[in-house]
């Protein structure tokens, strides 16, 4: 059954939110999002390449030979991973500096993988992008969501200013990786609490 | 054979295209890439040893050949005379390199300031190299004639406590600076002088 694009486009969104429904790409969620920025700059790195990706993958579908698919995407994702590296340090320094590690580690992210494999490959252009943009879309959604609850809670600031005043003190257990995934675990359950009604 | 063929064929020019991308990628953000690193990593140490030089350093700045490498100087005024140079060195931490910004002074042939640029040493323990003022300030007003040893191993400066090796570190990128000013002096006296008008 063909969905319409903006089905492809939707689905990112809710039904297949990575780290929420699919619970994949979990490195980056757990390790970036100490801070709400951290999380948009993570999740929007990740959408171009995932959309990049998509696009190449699928147009070149009838040509690769499946025996070495993974192999084809492999070189397709490192290329755009080290185009958005460089980018990131040519034009946000400060973010590049904070991210680190984790923006080479987006080749490894079995979420775009996941995407070139289980759809651009099988679908066009078009819904593949939708499909990349979706994603990607509901990436930084959900890294900004995570985010922001860990900034909130564990340094009483967002975007580095302070929220509650000088009287609060910061739970900095939530900034720390039991926290992440204390945070993630909650917001899955609320997810599903909501989502079986 | 003709699968195998077409397989080294797709892979091959797969990568080609690929080499072929990231090779433009990078030139073209090579010297934007440099100047943020100069802006966010380098430029507050340089601020700091040569703080109250009347030029801008980041302006000022020139490269030499040391063997095979390639180091920026950063020159600095005081009164109208080129009185200070500053250039980054590297030594071997507790974890991978540091980088320390050295100041000399070359009428008096003597350090005027070193500050750490960029480490990935403990943080709270060997971080403090960079964030402690105390302990970069033992290395003011030194000579440059011989190297730079922490009490322990028979020299002058106080390491810094629980991380011997971070400030042996230091100490080790402060002699890696005196052996290139004093390699480099003439050629360096040289080139100054087209900054003394």
Redesign the interface.
């Known amino acids: 059954m063909a969905k319409s694009i903006t089905q492809e486009f939707v689905k990112g969104l809710w039904a297949e939110i990575p780290p929420f429904r699919l619970v994949l790409g979990l490195c980056p969620v757990l390790a970036v999002t100490k801070t709400v920025e951290n999380g948009i700059g993570m999740g929007l790195a990740t959408t171009f390449v995932l959309i990049c990706s998509n696009i190449l993958v699928s147009m070149?579908r009838s040509?690769?030979?499946t025996?070495?698919r993974i192999?084809?995407f492999i070189?397709?994702i490192?290329?755009f991973v080290?185009?958005v590296e460089?980018?990131m340090?040519?034009?946000t320094?400060?973010l590049f500096?904070k991210l680190g590690i984790f923006i080479p580690l987006i080749v490894v992210n079995c979420i775009v993988l996941g995407r070139a494999e289980a759809f651009a490959f099988k679908n066009p252009v078009i819904p593949s992008t939708a499909d990349g943009l979706g994603i990607g879309v509901g990436f930084t959604l959900s890294l900004a969501a995570i985010g922001l609850v860990r900034e909130i809670i564990g340094t009483g600031a967002l975007f580095g200013v302070s929220l509650f005043g000088a009287d609060y003190q910061p739970f900095a257990f939530m900034v720390e990786a039991p926290g992440a995934f204390i945070c993630l675990g909650l917001m899955l359950c609320i997810m599903n609490l909501v989502g079986n009604k | 054979m003709r699968?195998l063929i077409?397989?080294v064929l797709?892979?091959t020019i797969?990568?080609a295209f690929?080499g072929g991308?990231?090779a433009s990628?990078?030139q073209n953000?090579s010297e934007?890439?440099e100047f943020?690193?100069l802006?966010?990593e380098k430029a507050p140490a340089i601020k700091e040893i040569l703080a109250g030089c009347s030029n801008d350093p980041m302006i000022d700045r020139f490269k030499l050949k040391d063997g095979e490498k390639e180091i920026s100087f950063f020159v600095g005024k005081f009164d109208g005379r080129v009185k200070a140079i500053a250039f980054e060195t590297y030594g071997k931490g507790f974890e991978g390199n540091i980088g320390l910004m050295v100041g000399v002074d070359i009428e008096t042939r003597s350090l005027i300031g070193v500050g750490v640029t960029t480490h990935s040493e403990t943080p709270g323990v060997g971080s403090k190299a960079k964030t402690d003022p105390k302990f970069a300030a033992q290395f003011k007003d030194l000579p440059v004639a011989e190297g730079f040893k922490v009490k322990p191993d028979g020299g002058v400066i106080d390491a810094l406590s629980g991380a011997t090796i971070t400030s042996r570190g230091v100490c080790l990128a402060a002699t890696d600076a005196v052996n290139i000013y004093n390699r480099l002096e003439n050629k360096l006296k040289e080139k100054l002088k087209a900054y003394s008008k």
Do not use: E, G, R, W
Request: proline share 5%; charged share 10%.
């Open positions: 070149l040509i690769i030979p025996k070495i192999a084809c070189i397709i490192a290329t080290t185009v460089l980018l340090q040519a034009f320094y400060p500096l | 699968d077409n397989m797709v892979l797969l990568s690929s991308i990231l990628v990078k953000t934007k890439i943020q690193q802006k966010f």
